[in-house]
């Protein structure tokens, strides 16, 4: 039997063990989770590094399952740019190969952001760092034209406890290319590939939080200001890095959703886990609030025609960047979070079963027109 055959028999949850391969016992859906998503005109993805993509078994549940691909850093400026030389595309050119490799739409990510400025621009004058970042934004998006479906022009330049600033983060990007001028990101971004979808890409605005009800207003008000001088965005991109420590409302979400919907936008979920560092359970306890949350956030996502794509922040437990990148958030008993799909051997965890179940029973289709005129 072919790897691929045998794979989708078993939904590609299986385990090669000193060369054999072990097929998890719990029945599986014969389709991948992209193709799922497709049944209501949606895609389905990973974010991912070139390093864990080609290693099982990140290898095999890509091919299984994945319709979208996200370079999680190897297209960030920091990462492909120094001081001296020309950037080092090779990281970010396989992942593209990566994703044509899959027949899996590529996401851009991300053009302008304060974390992946390179360091040697912080101290910038504001006319060199404007010209750097327009070159950086034109040459990135220039080799890339035409096979990107969305880039992530903009990310994260809210802070909604900046309240002096209108809620909008104090950075080297607001410093020295201006909060006014970000939609002129978008018009460079759309000149230079008519092509691709152009996102604003932002987190914390999921849960039913205070904080996080602060954030969508910011938000709002900044699209609302942004599309009404004809800024050419096109979509909201949502990280939804969520958290069982805090609430969540369905109802509160699709308001939410509405009011991005009234503005045209459709919405991509680009970066979704769960981090379960606050839940003092064993394992299954753990797995089993995290899936209840994935099914709510799920089922609340695709109920609404504006909601286009999902896409998982990582892979699996072990390559998951909140295991991987000491944020802070560790449990107190050590052990490793649960927030994706799969476990660190690339078995499927009730959270797989859910999401599978959610995009099984889905029944509103992704529709654009709905997206653009309420
Ligand atoms: O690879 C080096 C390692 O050699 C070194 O020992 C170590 C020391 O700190 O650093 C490692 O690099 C880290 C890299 O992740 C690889 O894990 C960088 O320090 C760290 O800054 C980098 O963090 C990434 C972060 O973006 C900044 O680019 C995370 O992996 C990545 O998951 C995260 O992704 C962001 C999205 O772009 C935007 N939304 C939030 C999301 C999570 O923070």
Request: with cysteine; aromatic share 8%; net charge neutral.
């Given at each position: 039997?072919?790897?691929r055959?045998?794979?989708?028999?078993?939904?590609?949850?299986?385990?090669?063990?000193?060369?054999m391969?072990?097929?998890?016992?719990?029945?599986?859906?014969?389709?991948?989770?992209?193709?799922?998503?497709?049944?209501?005109?949606?895609?389905?993805?990973?974010?991912?590094?070139?390093?864990?993509?080609?290693?099982?078994?990140?290898?095999?549940?890509?091919?299984?399952?994945a319709?979208?691909?996200?370079?999680?850093?190897?297209?960030?400026w920091?990462?492909?740019?120094?001081?001296?030389?020309?950037p080092?595309?090779?990281?970010?050119?396989q992942?593209?190969?990566?994703?044509?490799?899959?027949?899996?739409?590529?996401?851009?990510?991300t053009?302008?952001?304060?974390?992946?400025?390179?360091?040697?621009?912080?101290?910038?004058?504001?006319?060199?760092?404007?010209?750097?970042?327009?070159?950086?934004?034109?040459?990135?998006?220039?080799?890339?034209?035409?096979r990107?479906?969305?880039?992530?022009?903009?990310?994260?330049?809210?802070?909604?406890a900046?309240?002096?600033?209108?809620?909008?983060?104090?950075?080297v990007?607001?410093?020295?290319?201006?909060?006014?001028?970000?939609?002129?990101?978008?018009?460079?971004?759309?000149?230079?590939?008519?092509?691709?979808?152009?996102?604003?890409?932002?987190?914390?605005?999921?849960?039913?939080?205070?904080w996080?009800?602060?954030?969508?207003?910011?938000?709002?008000?900044?699209?609302?200001?942004?599309?009404?001088?004809?800024?050419?965005?096109?979509?909201?991109?949502?990280?939804?890095?969520?958290?069982?420590s805090?609430r969540?409302s369905?109802?509160?979400?699709?308001?939410f959703?509405?009011?991005l919907?009234?503005?045209?936008?459709?919405?991509?979920?680009?970066?979704?886990?769960?981090?379960?560092?606050?839940?003092?359970?064993?394992?299954?306890?753990?797995?089993?609030?995290?899936?209840?949350?994935?099914?709510?956030?799920?089922?609340?996502?695709?109920?609404?025609?504006?909601?286009?794509?999902?896409?998982?922040?990582?892979?699996?437990?072990?390559?998951?960047?909140?295991?991987?990148?000491?944020?802070?958030?560790?449990?107190?008993?050590g052990?490793?979070?649960?927030?994706?799909?799969?476990?660190?051997?690339?078995?499927?965890?009730?959270?797989?079963?859910?999401?599978?179940?959610?995009?099984?029973?889905?029944?509103?289709?992704?529709?654009?027109?709905?997206?653009?005129?309420?």
């Amino acid at each position: 039997m072919l790897r691929r055959e045998f794979l989708r028999l078993t939904g590609g949850t299986c385990l090669v063990h000193a060369g054999m391969v072990v097929a998890q016992t719990q029945p599986q859906p014969e389709e991948g989770l992209d193709t799922l998503a497709r049944r209501t005109g949606r895609r389905f993805g990973f974010a991912v590094q070139p390093s864990h993509a080609d290693k099982e078994p990140v290898r095999s549940l890509l091919q299984q399952h994945a319709g979208v691909i996200t370079a999680e850093l190897a297209m960030k400026w920091n990462i492909m740019s120094n001081l001296l030389g020309a950037p080092d595309y090779r990281a970010a050119d396989q992942v593209g190969a990566l994703a044509s490799s899959l027949g899996a739409a590529l996401r851009g990510h991300t053009l302008a952001w304060h974390q992946s400025t390179p360091a040697y621009l912080t101290n910038a004058a504001p006319e060199q760092f404007v010209t750097a970042q327009t070159a950086h934004l034109q040459a990135l998006m220039q080799r890339f034209k035409g096979r990107i479906h969305t880039w992530d022009v903009l990310n994260e330049v809210i802070d909604a406890a900046a309240a002096d600033h209108q809620g909008m983060r104090q950075s080297v990007l607001s410093r020295l290319w201006g909060t006014d001028r970000y939609p002129a990101l978008f018009e460079l971004a759309r000149a230079a590939d008519p092509s691709a979808k152009l996102a604003y890409n932002d987190y914390g605005m999921e849960q039913d939080e205070p904080w996080c009800e602060a954030r969508r207003s910011v938000l709002l008000r900044m699209l609302e200001a942004w599309v009404k001088r004809g800024t050419p965005i096109d979509v909201m991109g949502l990280q939804a890095h969520l958290d069982l420590s805090r609430r969540f409302s369905a109802q509160k979400l699709l308001r939410f959703f509405n009011d991005l919907q009234a503005f045209g936008l459709s919405i991509q979920i680009t970066e979704l886990d769960v981090r379960d560092a606050s839940n003092p359970g064993g394992v299954a306890a753990r797995d089993e609030a995290v899936a209840a949350l994935y099914k709510d956030f799920m089922d609340a996502c695709l109920s609404h025609p504006a909601v286009e794509m999902v896409v998982m922040w990582n892979v699996t437990d072990g390559d998951s960047w909140i295991n991987r990148w000491n944020q802070g958030q560790r449990r107190t008993d050590g052990l490793p979070q649960r927030p994706l799909l799969f476990d660190a051997q690339g078995l499927a965890k009730p959270a797989f079963h859910t999401v599978t179940a959610s995009l099984g029973d889905a029944t509103v289709k992704f529709d654009m027109k709905k997206a653009s005129n309420g």
